[in-house]
Nanobody
Framework: QVQVVESGGGLVQPGGSLRLSCTAS????????MGWYRQAPGKQRELVAS???????FYAGSLKGRFTISRDNAKATVYLDVNSLEPEDTAVYYC??????????WGQGTQVTVSS
């Protein structure tokens, strides 16, 4: 069983920044894509950004510019840097790890609350 652990969430004031981290307990050589999703209260889970093993990135159109995804292959870790946070960014942020093949694993989520 692959463990996926997120960290870095918290309470932030509007305009603030956060770095979310996600580490998978499996060799990076087994990992294809790593991605961040978020789910706000009463809404469906949505893709925020993803990154492939070779560094190719994808961002949800409305979020590009404020969100930056990066990956440390040596640590099997993906990061999400978020700037200029808005109250609408309040959500549980989840990490998803896609292995080569059809297996994928979710983390337990980390809460991000943007409020003054």
């Amino acid at each position: 069983q692959v463990q996926v652990v997120e960290s870095g969430g918290g309470l932030v004031q509007p305009g603030g920044s956060l770095r979310l981290s996600c580490t998978a307990s499996i060799s990076i050589y087994n990992i294809n894509t790593m991605g961040w999703y978020r789910q706000a209260p009463g809404k469906q889970r949505e893709l925020v950004a993803s990154i492939t093993g070779s560094g190719g990135t994808f961002y949800a159109g409305s979020l590009k510019g404020r969100f930056t995804i990066s990956r440390d292959n040596a640590k099997a870790t993906v990061y999400l840097d978020v700037n200029s946070l808005e109250p609408e960014d309040t959500a549980v942020y989840y990490c998803k790890v896609d292995l080569y093949g059809l297996q994928y694993y979710w983390g337990q989520g980390t809460q991000v609350t943007v409020s003054s």
